[in-house]
């Protein structure tokens, strides 16, 4: 009977986007480069990287397509067309009216019916004090209409006081009050349509009574006086739907939007501006509504400083609402607040701050779900024990350089696959190999002495207890075998200024990793040493490589590192010994008597000499010298043909793309030679 399946439903967080080693690698290449895991993250981090089988796109092209969409929004929009909607919409009305008494008028005159007397005391008293005509005249009427015309805000105070005589007219006037009244509140007040519909007297004295409320709590706080939050939210929550948690991300919310009102008045030529701030005041006829808001706002400025005033240069002409007007500066100003968190994030902690929803909105899901990926990756790194932060500083594990390290020499895996496969078929020229007793987990290579046991303990350990026991490839657990024929390397690494200047820098350090996994892995009885140098030469760990630095020094010592290296391998005499040296340029430096460095550039005939006398110790003393030379220059070219006449070793002429696989491979071929003739 086959085991259950148990199934969850989807709910947007299980993203299994990639794994550990995918970021590893992807992070690996730069961390080689500049030898610093936190400058390495933040490349990654503002570049972008392949990982999971997908692009995570980076901060540098989302901050990119956010700067583009302002120059697309300010391009697109008239923030003047604000005020000349509302003019139209009081014209529409006005005319509408006009209509209705010409009508009146024309039909006056049809029937031959006398003009209204001209001496009506209350028709005589408006026509002085220039009031709405509520007498009768209807010749009266028609100059008070055309004297509203270039007065929007005159003519909405005095549309308010009008008696209408077309119905169309007093509704279309009504609904436009409406909705004006609306927008303005709305200014503030974002995301609560629904609570402003159909605002009734009750309704802004409510609005009233909210912002006196808002305006004692923010007062409160200031002071260090208590409030009550949740009772303002229980009373008055409709107006917020963003439903804040406390004052401050309410006050955050409203300050925001103000700003986008500000900057929307600040966008507009200074008539319009005066035109809309006029229409502003007279749709908030209520004197004390209208000194709630401008507290509130006096708050914000204080509590909250930034750019209120700053003015937008649309240039563009598709019409807007006083709504959609503020809808776009916010729009705008929340894509220049994200563009500059982008471009100043550090480290990946320092996306989890941001709003997603808001990134949602501004650049659409897809970014927004990268960029909680790139939260995610230090975290990612140190639960699968590859890095670690101690004292604010981000390092590699060991395990982590164990990792880079295999993953180097899987780069160069096909043209190692003939060469390793060659290797482990020792058995059937003789005796080549011998079990040590040790277990290890299986790996491409390994001669297939599978233990039964520990494969099954393996298996039953990751899946739990139960029947039937599935094995996977990753619980087979083998038994180590080691060559008897021991060999001993030392690998030199020029880390001279010339090598990242030429761009030979991470393949040198690929190679010293790769070739350490190599032997770690394969070959346990053989001896690495890793030694690097420039104007001297020191020993190095492998865990030193991936945050090793090239040294800012004149002078390549390729004598002092000849000299180290002979001096590590005369150690091991019984076993096959070489030098694998990796170098862009000829020698420059040596070793004076006193311990001091002899430079100059080009190499003097001294410095070659020193160089090649320790070629022809190491050459007395059995060891052989294979050159990887990184660059083509003639006078380099001289001096390996000297040494490798001198030496009997090789030379490779390769690339910093080709420069693993020649060496590991050549290194297995040596390998599979001597084991052959053993």
């Not at 009772?231 to 955050?252: H, I, N, S, V, W």
């Not at 401008?294 to 750019?307: F, I, K, N, T, Y």
């Not at 083998?478 to 010339?498: F, K, N, P």
């Not at 090239?550 to 091991?572: I, Q």
């Amino acid at each position: 009977m086959s085991p259950a399946n148990r199934y969850s439903r989807w709910d947007g967080t299980q993203d299994p986007w990639a794994q550990a080693d995918d970021v590893l690698e992807s992070v690996s290449d730069d961390l080689l480069q500049f030898g610093d895991l936190s400058h390495a993250m933040r490349r990654m981090m503002q570049r972008g990287f392949q990982a999971g089988g997908r692009r995570v796109t980076g901060l540098q092209s989302l901050a990119q397509r956010l700067r583009g969409m302002r120059r697309s929004e300010l391009g697109r929009y008239d923030m003047d067309s604000v005020t000349r909607q509302i003019l139209d919409s009081l014209d529409e009305v006005r005319e509408l009216e006009r209509r209705e008494v010409e009508d009146r008028l024309r039909l006056r005159d049809e029937s031959g019916a006398p003009p209204e007397p001209d001496d009506d005391p209350l028709a005589a008293l408006e026509r002085e004090m220039g009031e709405p005509p509520f007498g009768s005249r209807l010749d009266d009427r028609l100059d008070y209409l055309d004297r509203m015309a270039d007065r929007p805000a005159e003519a909405l105070r005095s549309l308010q006081r009008y008696d209408f005589m077309s119905p169309e007219a007093e509704a279309r006037f009504n609904e436009l009050v409406d909705e004006l009244r609306r927008q303005v509140l709305q200014q503030y007040f974002r995301g609560a349509e629904q609570a402003l519909q159909n605002m009734t007297p009750e309704d802004m004295a409510r609005v009233r009574d909210m912002l006196t409320e808002l305006n004692q709590m923010i007062r409160a706080d200031a002071a260090g006086e208590p409030y009550d939050f949740d009772g303002f939210m229980q009373r008055y929550g409709d107006l917020f739907p963003d439903d804040p948690r406390d004052l401050a991300e309410l006050m955050e919310s409203l300050a925001r939007r103000m700003a986008a009102a500000e900057a929307m008045m600040a966008s507009m030529s200074p008539e319009q501006r005066q035109r809309l701030e006029e229409l502003s005041m007279a749709l908030l006829s209520d004197a004390d509504l209208a000194f709630q808001m401008s507290e509130l706002a006096r708050s914000m400025r204080d509590l909250m400083p930034q750019q209120w005033d700053r003015p937008y240069p649309f240039e563009g002409d598709e019409a807007l609402s006083m709504s959609q007007a503020v809808d776009v500066l916010q729009r705008l100003q929340d894509a220049e607040e994200l563009e500059r968190y982008l471009r100043s994030a550090e480290k990946p902690s320092d996306l989890s701050e941001l709003d997603l929803d808001r990134v949602s909105d501004l650049l659409g899901d897809e970014a927004a779900q990268d960029l909680r990926r790139l939260a995610e990756i230090e975290r990612m790194l140190e639960e699968a024990g590859y890095v670690q932060r101690t004292g604010g500083r981000l390092d590699l594990t060991p395990q982590g350089v164990r990792r880079i390290g295999r993953q180097a020499l899987g780069s160069v895996y096909k043209r190692l696959r003939t060469a390793l496969a060659g290797d482990h078929e020792v058995p059937h020229v003789g005796q080549g190999a011998d079990r040590s007793g040790d277990l290890k987990a299986y790996e491409f290579g390994d001669p297939f002495h599978i233990q039964v046991k520990e494969t099954v303990f393996e298996a039953v350990r990751r899946s739990g207890a139960g029947t039937p026991v599935r094995i996977r490839p990753d619980d087979f657990m083998v038994e180590r075998t080691e060559h008897r024929v021991q060999a001993a390397t030392a690998l030199c690494i020029d880390l001279s200024l010339s090598m990242p200047m030429r761009g030979n820098w991470v393949a040198a350090k690929k190679v010293g990793l790769a070739l350490h996994s190599l032997i770690s892995s394969i070959f346990p009885r053989d001896r690495l040493f890793l030694i690097g140098f420039s104007d001297y030469a020191r020993r190095l760990k492998a865990e030193e490589l991936p945050g090793l630095g090239w040294e800012e020094v004149y002078g390549t010592n390729l004598e002092h590192a000849l000299y180290l290296a002979r001096r590590e391998l005369s150690r091991f005499r019984q076993a096959s010994r070489q030098i694998i040296v990796v170098t862009d340029g000829e020698p420059t430096s040596h070793l004076l008597p006193d311990g001091s460095v002899f430079f100059d550039w080009p190499a003097h005939p001294e410095t070659i000499r020193a160089t090649l006398r320790e070629v022809v110790r190491c050459t007395k003393e059995g060891i052989v010298i294979n050159t990887f030379m990184l660059d083509r220059d003639p006078a380099m070219r001289r001096f390996v043909e000297q040494m490798t006449a001198l030496n009997r070793g090789r030379a490779f002429y390769t690339t910093p793309e080709t420069l693993g696989e020649y060496l590991l491979v050549d290194f297995l071929e040596s390998k599979r030679s001597r084991v052959r003739g053993a």
